[in-house]
């Protein structure tokens, strides 16, 4: 690791401590002491919410209450679709429920190669590989393709999923301050130019909804002759003339390496993939231990993940919705005063960002009660220590339900006091 190193981006562990017998969990003390001294002054635990019964991709029932669902990201609400449903239906009866295997020894089923092929398609290039979640798929790809003595170059905002990635493989790791490309380009300067190099980005970062300036970094990266991945998960389905991400809306096509994605956001299931046009990028399967060590998706999973993506290479009208509905709630939320991750709806995620952990857990509760589930993200899942809660945008959303969303964030950011003035 560089002088920039990794993070210490996992949970805020004390350092084992070597006394003779000691229990190895007493190092979540820490963890368990925040909790209840959180669930102490009465409120709901925002980690332990069960959707009793899901009514559409927007409205569910949470603890006996019918909710208004803004924290799910499933942004194009694929999830009740009737081709996609009769699609997973089908495979379930046709071909069993689960396949018992690796892909690399049974566990390759017709509808794992229809998922491939959707995505090829999708994409319009000649590779891709279905992993068994989108974590998976960013372990897998940046660990075996960044090897000894070559160097993965990340964002410092980046999903965990990336770290631990970087974690598992054996290449330097070098981070770049939040979307700075002025930083990207000095960091990749000082490194050796021989040892291959792979650049990690995202196209919309999904803490505060912001969005990559790619271009400006793909063309960092090429001049230092860097590979570049990026992961497309909070972007796939709505950015683009065809969906297919941050990259395909800056004219990025061709120019990108890798595209990472998960079929657990816009395509409304469980799954992740990697996407190339490198000739040799199907030799992945040979060398990638998150693939071959772990048991393929069941069948009824990739059959309803092919039925969907072909669906949303399609999408249009769903696409401009989801804008429509994205940009209805940011306008409603900073005109209730209250401080966005973003000036303006960048994605299909609003942020509100929040002062506290007592006064973001008051707002979510409060919002809960009246029927909004939003997402309470805090310390160190988020930038620069805020305390969010986050609201994602379906395409299924009616602009009735986004208004009524912001009443109910006036009345909670009130009893939060979390207004100005
Ligand atoms: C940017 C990013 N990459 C990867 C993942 C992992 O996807 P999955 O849920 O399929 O494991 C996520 C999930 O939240 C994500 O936000």
């Known amino acids: ?13 004390e350092p084992p401590v070597n006394e003779p017998g000691r229990d190895l969990f007493s190092k979540f003390d820490p963890l368990i002491a925040e909790r209840e001294a959180l669930l102490a002054t009465g409120v709901a635990d925002p980690f332990a919410i069960v959707m009793e019964q899901v009514r559409s991709p927007t409205e569910a029932v949470i603890r006996g209450r019918e909710t208004i669902l803004l924290g799910t990201y499933n942004y194009m609400g694929m999830t009740f679709d009737a081709d996609v449903l009769a699609a997973g239906q089908a495979a379930l009866r046709d071909f069993g429920s689960g396949t018992n295997g690796s892909r690399m020894l049974n566990g390759t089923f017709r509808d794992h190669v229809a998922a ?58 070098v981070r770049f301050r939040h979307n700075s490309v002025a930083d990207l380009d000095r960091r990749l300067g000082r490194l050796p130019p021989a040892p291959g190099k792979l650049v990690v980005l995202e196209g919309v970062y999904s803490m505060l909804g912001d969005v990559a300036p790619l271009a400006e970094m793909v063309a960092v990266a090429k001049k230092h002759n860097a590979m570049v ?39 409304g299931t469980v799954g992740g993939f990697c996407v190339s046009s490198h000739p040799k990028f199907e030799a992945l399967r040979l060398a990638c231990r998150p693939y071959i060590f ?55 995620i609003v942020a509100v960002i929040l002062d506290d952990q007592i006064q973001a857990v008051t707002m979510w509760q409060a919002l809960l009660e009246s029927g909004v589930y939003v997402n309470m993200a805090r310390p160190p899942a988020t930038p620069a220590g805020t305390f969010l809660l986050r609201c994602s945008l379906c395409a299924e959303h ?17 009893v939060a006091g979390a207004l100005p003035g």
């Open 1 to 13: 690791m560089t002088e920039t190193g990794l993070q210490p981006e996992a949970l805020p562990v």
């Open 116 to 173: 491939e092929d959707a995505l090829r398609a999708f994409y319009d290039m000649p590779g891709a590989i279905v992993f068994s979640t989108g974590y998976q798929a960013n372990l897998g790809v940046i660990s075996t393709i960044a090897g000894r003595g070559e160097y993965v170059i990340l964002d410092a905002d980046s999903h965990a999923s990336i770290y631990d990635g970087c974690k598992m493989g054996d290449a330097e790791v």
């Open 229 to 267: 991945l990026v992961d497309e998960a909070h972007s796939m389905g709505f950015y683009g003339p065809n969906g297919r991400g941050v990259y395909e809306e800056q004219g990025l096509e061709g120019q990108v390496d890798f595209v990472i994605g998960t079929f657990s956001k816009s395509v």
């Open 294 to 348: 772990t048991a393929s998706l069941p069948p009824s999973v990739v059959a309803t993940a092919a039925a969907s993506i072909n669906k949303l290479a399609v999408a249009r009208t769903k696409r401009e919705r989801l804008w429509s509905n994205a940009r209805r709630l940011h306008t409603g939320l900073t005109d209730l005063g209250l401080k966005l991750g973003t000036e303006r709806a960048e994605s299909a």
């Open 398 to 414: 009616r602009d009735e339900q986004i208004d009524v969303v912001i009443q109910r964030f006036a009345a909670a950011a009130r």
